[in-house]
């Protein structure tokens, strides 16, 4: 009777404990334990990568990077902003490079512009003046003055070379002032006030100025000779 007795003790004993086991390890439970770093499993895969699990809770736009300003080529010997470029043109010779340049810069650049010829050093010097605008959109700008320049260009037996420095930006005279203000490139390009001002002008510069260099370039191209047999 005893023997019996302690058996189906033992038999209640088991049960009870498996149930208490049952409740602790059930998630559904209230007695789960979600604080515990040894049951809690975090899926990284589709987290938003704008949240910081580690320093804050609150999202960050992406969209919100800082701002980046233009970046131009300066001339490491004279630390100035510079545009230079060598075109090889094997069929072309000197003399023709030389006429074409000269027609190109009578059609394309300011009447004060003024001319230094090196017959010598085959090198012609243009200090020379083009429009200025900012572009308010793709089909909208507004003149806000001239650019000076001082346009260098190296010719020989085929081939020729650019390089435009000098750079400064004369604004539209203020009304009621005689003298428009001059502010150079590398003024805008270093300033730390008025950034987004400052770079705008040197980013419609740049386009300006890179439009420029593709109109002299076309220019001294060597026109296609059509055979007379193709036709």
């Not at 589709?46 to 080529?73: A, C, F, G, W």
């Not at 150079?184 to 420029?212: C, M, P």
Request: proline share 4%; hydrophobic share 35%; net charge neutral.
């Amino acid at each position: 009777m005893n023997l019996i007795k302690k058996y189906f003790t033992l038999i209640v004993f088991a049960l009870l404990g498996n149930l208490a086991f049952a409740q602790v390890q059930d998630p559904a439970s209230p007695g789960f334990d979600f604080t515990n770093p040894d049951t809690l499993t975090v899926d990284s895969s589709n987290m938003d990568p704008s949240l910081d699990m580690n320093n804050s809770k609150d999202p960050i736009d992406p969209t919100l990077k800082p701002y980046e300003r233009i970046v131009l080529n300066v001339d490491s010997a004279t630390n100035l902003i510079t545009y230079s470029g060598v075109v090889e043109q094997e069929e072309s010779g000197s003399d023709s490079l030389y006429l074409r340049t000269k027609r190109w810069a009578e059609k394309t650049l300011g009447k004060d512009t003024k001319i230094e010829l090196d017959k010598r050093n085959q090198k012609i010097v243009y200090i020379a003046y083009v429009p200025a605008y900012s572009y308010l959109n793709k089909y909208t700008k507004r003149n806000i003055g001239r650019y000076e320049m001082r346009l260098t260009i190296y010719i020989k037996e085929g081939r020729f070379k650019y390089q435009i420095s000098n750079l400064v930006h004369e604004s539209v005279k203020p009304a009621g002032s005689t003298k428009a203000n001059r502010n150079y490139f590398e003024y805008y390009y270093t300033s730390i006030t008025n950034v987004r001002q400052n770079d705008a002008v040197l980013r419609a510069a740049d386009k300006d100025l890179n439009e420029l260099i593709n109109s002299y370039k076309a220019a001294l191209r060597e026109p296609k000779i059509i055979d007379e047999d193709d036709w």
